[in-house]
């Protein structure tokens, strides 16, 4: 399904998602360092973005000390939202697609209940 008039803004879409307001589904996404992938079909679930946390280890040098990763989440990264490759538009089920890059796109709505 093509963009057409119905851009959605990624940041606003951000915003959205930190407020809780809003819950996704996988529409597709690849994992390099699994090589896995996952192929729609998944089921709606909370969105939220995840907060990881590092510690500067030496010189300069970071670490990430927890990846904030939820069970039971759709957990995005800040720059998903932000990635010059992405883009985010409308359908005309009211449906926000999202696409992060060419190996990751989800599908959003506001949260039911």
């Known amino acids: 399904m093509e963009p057409k ?14 407020k809780g307001l809003m819950e996704a589904r996988c529409l597709y996404s690849y994992d390099y360092q699994r090589d896995t992938d996952t192929t729609g079909g998944a089921e709606w679930l909370p969105a939220r973005i995840s907060a990881p946390t590092w510690k500067n280890v030496t010189g300069g040098i970071w670490m990430m000390q927890n990846r904030d ?43 039911r209940g």
């Open 69 to 111: 990763i939820r069970d039971g989440f759709i957990n995005f990264d800040a720059s998903d939202f932000s990635l010059k490759g992405g883009s985010a538009w409308m359908d005309e089920h009211g449906f926000i697609h999202l696409f992060i890059h060419s190996n990751s796109s989800f599908l959003l709505r506001r949260r």
């Open 5 to 18: 008039n119905n851009t959605v803004n990624r940041g606003w879409l951000k915003r959205q998602v930190e």
